[in-house]
Every structure is written in structure tokens, then in C-alpha cells.
């Protein structure tokens, strides 16, 4: 479960912040893209050492993640 809250998070920001570059909301860019890369250093160690069963869990949560991150950031905006 925590390989899908990570994956979630991540890929959600930075679908956010796709978003808030097109919109050019600074603030928003400069905090999503810190929390994304601190995340990016969390996740890659735990991805590096899992099993496929893992990764199917990871990208699960990266894809619904995404959605997510778009959904959000097109209602704060």
C-alpha cells in the first residue's frame, strides 16, 4: 500500500503541476515540483528493489495519481 500512496502522490503533483505551468500559477509550480522531487528520492530506492507484483501496485497508484492531479488542480485554479 505505501508503493500506491508514493506512486499516488507523485504522479499526482506532477500532473498538478503540469497544470499550474500552463496556468502559470508560480506558487503552486515551485511547491509541487519540491514535493515531487523529494518523493522522486523516496521512490526510486523502493521501486529499484521490488517485485513485479510491486510495480503493478506502483503504477496502479500513478495512474489513478494522475487523474487525481488534474482533477484537483483544475478546481483550485
Do not use: D
Not at 12 to 20: K, Q, W
Not at 35 to 59: A, G, H, M, P
Not at 61 to 66: M, P, Q, R, S, V
Amino acid at each position: 500500500m505505501k508503493l500506491f500512496i508514493t506512486a499516488f502522490l507523485q504522479v499526482g503533483l506532477v500532473s498538478a503541476n503540469t497544470y499550474f505551468i500552463a496556468h502559470k500559477f508560480f506558487i503552486g509550480v515551485a511547491i509541487a515540483a519540491f514535493i515531487i522531487s523529494f518523493l522522486w528520492s523516496i521512490n526510486v530506492k523502493k521501486i529499484s528493489i521490488s517485485t513485479i507484483k510491486e510495480r503493478l501496485i506502483y503504477s496502479s497508484g500513478a495512474c489513478i495519481g494522475g487523474l487525481t492531479g488534474v482533477i484537483l488542480s483544475s478546481i483550485w485554479i
